[in-house]
């Protein structure tokens, strides 16, 4: 069995905005992966939302500005600039990675953030998040893990998700085809890559291993 070194995290844009930017470094999850600390994640920003104004259909995307800033917002900001790159977009695509050094357990209670190691201090700011947010996302048991984030990394030139391995995936066509892991049109393996983003994590092989 291979060593679990990593894992793969749906982020929601906004939330996706606010750790590129430094300002969020702690992800709070309902539970947390069977491996000890520190490991690796890495960072998709899931889909965009669409609304509606002046009767016409806009997307709330992340992406990246000529200045290389990251921003959440209505794309038509960046509608005016010529050869605007396409990997500027970000939804739907592995944005970065960082290292989660630490996990600790937390409950709420009365309105309170109790957390078991106190390990960071205010979980709250850390978390851009309020006592409500982290209530009505937990549920009823109000109890989840924070993950902090350090040694963050925003790629350049974002990842699709089809280049992610599956943990310890059984791939047939390695052992039939010379070309490892493809299917006879040439297309990777969907034994073995990623297809579709988890809900909210899941188990990957570091990205180092897909180059060889």
């Known amino acids: 069995m291979k060593e679990i070194k990593a894992v793969l995290l749906s982020i929601k844009p906004k939330s996706c905005e606010l750790i590129a930017s430094g300002k969020k470094t702690v992800e709070i999850r309902k539970n947390r992966p069977k491996i000890d600390v520190p490991f690796k994640c890495y960072i998709y920003c899931t889909k965009p939302k669409q609304f509606i104004y002046s009767a016409s259909m806009f997307l709330d995307e992340l992406y990246r500005l000529p200045n290389g800033k990251i921003k959440f917002g209505c794309s038509m900001e960046v509608a005016g600039y010529e050869n605007y790159p396409d990997n500027y977009v970000l939804n739907s695509k592995v944005i ?117």
Do not use: M
């Open 96 to 212: 970065g990675e960082f290292v989660c050094d630490d996990i600790d357990k937390i409950a709420v209670f009365d309105d309170i953030l109790y957390c078991v190691n106190n390990t960071q201090a205010n979980k709250l700011k850390q978390a851009c998040l309020t006592i409500e947010d982290i209530k009505a996302y937990l549920g009823i048991k109000n109890s989840g893990y924070t993950w902090h984030i350090s040694d963050l990394v925003i790629y350049d030139k974002p990842k699709k998700l089809s280049e992610f391995k599956k943990y310890d995936s059984e791939c047939l066509w390695r052992s039939i085809q010379e070309n490892g892991c493809k299917d006879l049109d040439g297309n990777k393996c969907r034994d073995c890559y990623l297809q579709r983003p988890p809900q909210s994590w899941c188990y990957v092989e570091e990205f180092e291993r897909l180059e060889e």
